[in-house]
C-alpha cells in the first residue's frame, strides 16, 4: 500500500503535527500515458507553507484530506508511455508520498550530469535555478557588484553565493549561527553576517559594506530587507523570491527604510521560478559548466523515511537546515 502526507488542518501561525495526517493511497491500474514512480528523493521547501493557507496565490491551496505535492525523484517502476521506461530516474511534483502514479508529460528525465540524483530537488533543481536566475536575470548582477544574500546556507541562497563569485562579484552572505556562517564563508563569501548574533543585521551590513550594495537577493523578508533599503546604493536591484519571516506570523513587514527607494531608484522585483522554466536548457549548461571546473558545493540535509517528513519541514522555520532540505524515502 503507497501512502502519503495529508494536510489535516489548515495551520494557525506555526504549523503543528497535528496539521498532518499519514494517508493511503490507491494503487490502481495505470491508465494511458501514465507512469508510476516509487519516489527515492523527497525535496522540502519553505514555500510550501504558503499552499496551506485557503488564499489566493499563483499556486493552489492544498486540499484538505488529499496527497500533498512537492518536488521528488524517483525511479519508474512501471511505465504506460514510450517515452518513459522502467528504471528511468525522472524528477516530479508527487512529493509528500513514497509512490506516485502520474501523467508521463508531468515528469522530467534527469540530465546528464554527474551529481547524484538528489541535486536534481536542491542546486541543480527548482532551488538552483531560484537562484541563478534571480540573481542573474531579475537582479541583473553582473561582474564587479556588491551582492548581500539572506538565508545564506539555504538551498537557494548557497547558490546565489557560488554564482555571484564565479561572475566577479563582491558578496555578503546572512546566516544564523557560527556552524552556518562558517559554511557561507567557505562557499567564497567575502563576509558574513550572522543574524542571531546581538549585533543588528542594519549595523552588521553596514559595517560589512560600508560603500552600501548593488544587489539584494531576498529569501527573508523583516529586518533583512530594511536593513538592505538602508544601505542600497543608487540604481540597486532587489530580486525577492521568499519572505520567510512571515510565512507563518502573517504580519507585515515593518519598513522604516522604504522611502530609500524613492531617492536612490532602487529596483524591487519579485518573481517566481516558474517564469525561467522554458530556459532550463540554458541554465543546465552554465551550471553544468561551473560543476566541471569544481567551482560549485553543495550541502544536504536530510532525514530519513517519508514518516519524517512534517519534522523536516517544521525544521525549515527553526533553522534546522543547512543546505537543502530532503527526506529520504
Same mark, same amino acid.
Given at each position: *500500500?503507497?501512502?502519503?502526507?495529508?494536510? +489535516?488542518?489548515? $495551520?494557525?501561525?506555526?504549523?503543528?503535527?497535528?496539521?498532518? %495526517?499519514?494517508?493511503?493511497?490507491?494503487? /490502481?491500474?495505470?491508465?494511458?500515458?501514465?507512469?508510476?514512480? #516509487?519516489?527515492?528523493?523527497?525535496?522540502?521547501?519553505?514555500?510550501?507553507?504558503?499552499?496551506?493557507?485557503?488564499?489566493? /496565490?499563483?499556486? $493552489?491551496?492544498?486540499?484538505?484530506?488529499?496527497?500533498?505535492?512537492?518536488?521528488?525523484?524517483?525511479?519508474?517502476?512501471?511505465?504506460?508511455?514510450? @517515452?518513459?521506461?522502467?528504471?528511468?530516474?525522472?524528477?516530479?511534483?508527487?512529493?509528500?508520498?513514497?509512490?506516485?502514479?502520474?501523467?508521463?508529460?508531468?515528469?522530467?528525465?534527469?540530465?546528464?550530469?554527474?551529481?547524484?540524483?538528489?541535486?536534481?530537488?536542491?542546486?541543480?533543481?527548482?532551488?538552483? *535555478?531560484?537562484?541563478?536566475?534571480?540573481?542573474? &536575470?531579475?537582479?541583473?548582477?553582473?561582474?564587479?557588484?556588491?551582492?548581500?544574500?539572506?538565508?545564506?546556507?539555504?538551498?537557494?541562497?548557497?547558490?546565489?553565493? &557560488?554564482?555571484?563569485?564565479?561572475?566577479?562579484?563582491?558578496?555578503?552572505?546572512?546566516?544564523?549561527?557560527?556552524?552556518?556562517?562558517?559554511?557561507?564563508?567557505?562557499?567564497? %563569501?567575502?563576509?558574513?553576517?550572522?543574524?542571531?548574533?546581538?549585533?543588528?543585521?542594519?549595523? %552588521?551590513?553596514?559595517?560589512?559594506?560600508?560603500?552600501?550594495?548593488?544587489?539584494?537577493?531576498?529569501?527573508?523578508?523583516?529586518?533583512?530587507?530594511?536593513? #538592505?533599503?538602508?544601505?542600497?546604493?543608487?540604481?540597486?536591484?532587489?530580486?525577492?523570491?521568499?519572505?520567510?519571516?512571515?510565512?507563518?506570523?502573517?504580519?507585515?513587514?515593518?519598513? +522604516?527604510?522604504?522611502?530609500?527607494?524613492?531617492?536612490?531608484?532602487?529596483?524591487?522585483?519579485?518573481?517566481?521560478? /516558474?517564469?525561467?522554466?522554458?530556459?532550463?536548457?540554458?541554465?543546465?549548461?552554465? *551550471?553544468?559548466?561551473?560543476?566541471?571546473?569544481?567551482?560549485?558545493?553543495?550541502?544536504?540535509?536530510?532525514?530519513?523515511?517519508?514518516?519524517?517528513?512534517?519534522?523536516?519541514?517544521?525544521?525549515?522555520? /527553526?533553522?534546522?537546515?543547512? @543546505?537543502?532540505?530532503?527526506?529520504?524515502?
Amino acid at each position: *500500500m503507497a501512502h502519503a502526507w495529508s494536510l +489535516k488542518a489548515r $495551520p494557525q501561525g506555526m504549523p503543528k503535527h497535528t496539521d498532518f %495526517a499519514m494517508i493511503d493511497l490507491d494503487q /490502481s491500474t495505470l491508465g494511458a500515458g501514465e507512469v508510476r514512480i #516509487a519516489n527515492r528523493w523527497l525535496s522540502v521547501d519553505p514555500y510550501m507553507r504558503g499552499r496551506m493557507n485557503d488564499v489566493k /496565490s499563483y499556486v $493552489p491551496p492544498f486540499a484538505l484530506g488529499e496527497a500533498m505535492q512537492g518536488g521528488a525523484v524517483g525511479e519508474v517502476v512501471e511505465s504506460n508511455d514510450d @517515452g518513459i521506461k522502467v528504471g528511468d530516474m525522472v524528477l516530479h511534483m508527487a512529493g509528500w508520498r513514497d509512490e506516485a502514479v502520474v501523467p508521463a508529460a508531468q515528469v522530467q528525465k534527469l540530465p546528464a550530469l554527474d551529481v547524484p540524483a538528489q541535486a536534481f530537488l536542491g542546486q541543480l533543481g527548482m532551488p538552483g *535555478m531560484t537562484g541563478y536566475f534571480g540573481l542573474l &536575470q531579475v537582479a541583473e548582477a553582473k561582474a564587479g557588484d556588491t551582492v548581500f544574500v539572506s538565508a545564506a546556507a539555504g538551498a537557494v541562497g548557497s547558490t546565489v553565493v &557560488q554564482v555571484a563569485k564565479a561572475k566577479g562579484m563582491t558578496v555578503i552572505g546572512s546566516a544564523g549561527g557560527a556552524e552556518k556562517c562558517a559554511w557561507v564563508k567557505s562557499l567564497g %563569501a567575502d563576509a558574513v553576517i550572522d543574524y542571531k548574533s546581538d549585533v543588528p543585521v542594519l549595523k %552588521a551590513l553596514g559595517e560589512a559594506a560600508p560603500k552600501g550594495i548593488d544587489v539584494y537577493f531576498d529569501n527573508v523578508g523583516g529586518e533583512h530587507l530594511d536593513a #538592505a533599503l538602508a544601505h542600497a546604493r543608487m540604481h540597486a536591484r532587489f530580486a525577492v523570491c521568499g519572505m520567510i519571516d512571515v510565512y507563518n506570523s502573517g504580519a507585515a513587514t515593518q519598513l +522604516k527604510y522604504l522611502a530609500r527607494l524613492i531617492g536612490n531608484r532602487v529596483q524591487i522585483r519579485g518573481f517566481i521560478v /516558474s517564469d525561467y522554466m522554458n530556459r532550463a536548457e540554458e541554465f543546465y549548461k552554465d *551550471m553544468g559548466g561551473m560543476l566541471a571546473a569544481g567551482t560549485l558545493k553543495r550541502q544536504e540535509t536530510v532525514h530519513e523515511g517519508l514518516e519524517t517528513m512534517p519534522d523536516a519541514f517544521l525544521g525549515l522555520f /527553526s533553522g534546522g537546515n543547512t @543546505g537543502k532540505m530532503l527526506v529520504k524515502v
